[in-house]
């Protein structure tokens, strides 16, 4: 079936405008995640959803980054007033999450956010 | 606190020649390793995980809990096998991802 997509592939905006960036997990996946790729600094956890639960939020840099997940599926990563620090490739990833742990997480493409 | 180490950002070889990937991690508990590899404008994917113990595309990865290592192994490289490594430590419900080393076979 159809992997994780993410939209848009690329965005470059303007420092102190808002950004909101979308995943689409894999179809049943019930566990989502967000990871933010810098340059020479890996992948840095942002925010997990599961299921119903409340998310996890302990990754998330500011209190300018936020994410919603509606319906158990979509997902939007909402960041406000750009900086030119967040400059970095988004990547969502999902995973079945089954019991006893684990499980794959199957990432997406990434976007690519340029904060001028 | 949970940290993974990957000491090299940059590791070149020849075709054919053994390539280590070295990844240290501190856990205090029972630690759930993986690797995950990113190829040229292609996604993050998983490459293998250490309770799978198995070898894929000619990778091993043998974790060492006496040294905390999981260094990523293979005998012989090939050019394909050019990309972006990631070690990750399961912590919880998230991953914790060294900062990748980035492998280039040569011809």
């Known amino acids: 079936g159809a992997g994780v997509s993410q939209s848009p592939s690329n965005k470059v905006t303007e420092k102190g405008k808002d950004v909101e960036l979308r995943c689409d997990p894999i179809?049943?996946?019930?566990?989502l995640y967000w990871y933010r790729q810098s340059l020479g600094q890996g992948l840095e956890f942002l925010i997990y959803f599961q299921g119903n639960s409340a998310p996890d939020k302990s990754g998330l840099p500011s209190d300018r980054f936020s994410a919603e997940r509606t319906g158990g599926s979509v997902s939007t990563l909402t960041i406000q007033r750009t900086q030119q620090e967040d400059s970095a490739v988004y990547l969502c990833?999902?995973?079945?999450?089954?019991?006893?742990?684990?499980?794959?997480?199957?990432f997406g493409p990434g976007t690519r956010l340029t904060v001028l | 606190a949970q940290r993974v180490t990957q000491p090299e950002k940059l590791l070149s070889v020849f075709k054919g020649a053994p390539v280590e990937l070295k990844c240290n991690y501190s856990y205090s508990g029972s630690p759930e390793l993986f690797w995950y590899v990113q190829y040229s404008r292609q996604r993050l994917q998983l490459l293998l995980r250490?309770?799978s113990r198995e070898s894929i595309k000619g990778f091993t990865a043998d974790l060492n809990k006496g040294e905390t290592s999981f260094h990523l192994k293979k005998p012989f490289a090939q050019e394909e096998d050019s990309a972006m490594y990631y070690c990750a430590l399961r912590r919880g419900n998230k991953l914790v991802f060294g900062a990748g080393t980035i492998l280039r076979v040569k011809s």
């Open positions: 250490h309770i």
């Open positions: 179809s049943g996946h019930t566990a």
């Open positions: 990833a999902s995973s079945s999450n089954r019991a006893g742990g684990g499980d794959t997480q199957y």
